[in-house]
């Protein structure tokens, strides 16, 4: 069974781009989540769908992101416009069931966002 | 609101050495924890677990117990190899049912020959 894929792994791009993550979950998993990590510091949390629907997006950092997903399956995460402070690593991680959230979360090998 | 505090790395060991990782957390209610890790260029991987106070969590030779009286989860190994050279991370899932993962900063461990 394959795991959680991200992509790019790696992106590189100017102030003001915009960029476009991409995380494909485990097949069947209803949850997926996003987390990012900033300089060393705590992965933290970003946003939580339960098929297509987004349940917790408490953790979006403001309006420059947009989070999609798509028929409950892939999902994508836009960056516009893109600044300094946004650099580091996405990860995206999917779980089974779609109303406890109890199973376990399974991570992508996230995508590391570099803006210059 | 929910967190979770790791010791400070990078932590450096020989190999054989016995290892502790500290964490602390504050947390409403009764949270499961969880200890991550991530090895060179791959992603994040589940350690262990314990969803109750007095559990204990154990894999691949680590253990943590779940010590509410202190609010910790301390990782520990008794003899560290080369293999375990990583980035370990705390965290929390608190008692709501969204699932989402609260973490600490992260240590990271290098074990060297």
């Known amino acids: 069974e394959a795991g959680v894929t991200q992509f790019p792994s790696h992106s590189v791009i100017e102030k003001g781009q915009t960029v476009t993550l991409r995380c494909d979950p485990i097949s069947g998993h209803d949850n997926l989540y996003w987390y990012r990590r900033v300089m060393g510091k705590e992965i933290k949390f970003l946003l939580h769908f339960v098929k297509e629907s987004k349940q917790d997006e408490s953790g979006m950092p403001n309006n420059r992101f947009l989070a999609e997903r798509t028929g409950g399956t892939y999902s994508t995460l836009k960056v516009q416009p893109a600044e300094l402070e946004d650099s580091g690593v996405y990860f995206c991680?999917?779980?089974?069931?779609?109303?406890?959230?109890?199973?376990?979360?399974?991570f992508g090998p996230g995508t590391r966002l570099t803006v210059t | 609101g929910d967190s979770v505090t790791q010791m400070e790395g990078p932590v450096t060991l020989s190999e054989e050495a016995f290892l502790t990782i500290n964490c602390t957390y504050t947390?409403?209610?009764?949270?499961?924890l969880f200890w991550y890790v991530q090895y060179p260029g791959e992603g994040l991987q589940l350690l262990l677990k314990?969803?109750?106070?007095?559990d204990k969590g154990s894999n691949k030779g680590f253990e943590a117990t779940y010590r509410k009286e202190t609010t910790s989860f301390h990782l520990e190994k008794g003899s560290v190899q080369v293999s375990d050279s990583a980035v370990y991370f705390c965290a929390l899932r608190g008692s709501g049912n969204t699932g989402k993962l609260i973490f600490g900063q992260g240590t990271t461990l290098q074990v060297k020959p």
């Open positions: 947390a409403t209610g009764y949270p499961s």
């Open positions: 314990a969803t109750k106070a007095d």
């Open positions: 991680a999917s779980s089974q069931n779609a109303w406890t959230g109890a199973y376990e979360q399974y």
